[in-house]
């Protein structure tokens, strides 16, 4: 009587247990999207840099500026530095990502080599970027 007992109750967790996964798939299965805009009118530049320091040019800088699109900055070798709309960096390394806020003030620096690639995606005819005057 008693490993009856024990079956069904064991029978009765394995069914709730079930039920929760399946619950809990259900409601992690609840996305929804909305497409924003689907256009063919941006073009992507992508564009791989160097910067090697000189007795001309010890510091690297971009100048403060703004794009019309979000900018994806991967990092190869060394490190750089972006100030995007504040007077604090966000050091990138190697093998990092930053991703640029359009239309906010950007700043890119370093003092030692570094190899970076840029990938922009723009409003075809904008131009690439805007000087502008730094937030600091």
């Given at each position: 009587m008693r490993v009856l007992r024990s079956k069904k109750r064991w029978i009765v967790v394995g069914i709730l247990v079930l039920a929760a996964?399946?619950?809990?798939?259900?409601?992690?299965?609840?996305?929804t999207s909305t497409i924003l805009t689907d256009?063919?009118?941006v073009r992507l530049?992508?564009?791989?840099?160097?910067?090697?320091?000189?007795?001309?040019?010890?510091?690297?800088?971009?100048?403060?500026?703004?794009?019309?699109?979000?900018?994806v900055v991967q990092v190869q070798e060394g490190y750089l530095k972006l100030y995007q709309a504040t007077c604090?960096?966000?050091v990138i390394e190697p093998g990092e990502?930053?991703?640029?806020t359009p239309d906010l003030p950007v700043n890119a620096t370093a003092n030692k080599t570094v190899k970076w690639t840029t990938s922009?995606?723009?409003?075809?005819?904008?131009a690439v970027s805007t000087p502008t005057t730094s937030p600091c």
């Open positions: 996964a399946v619950g809990a798939g259900i409601a992690v299965a609840t996305v256009t063919t009118s530049r992508i564009v791989r840099s160097e910067f090697v320091p000189s007795a001309d040019q010890p510091e690297f800088s971009s100048g403060w500026h703004t794009h019309p699109g979000p900018v604090n960096p966000n990502t930053f991703i640029e922009m995606i723009l409003p075809t005819g904008a």
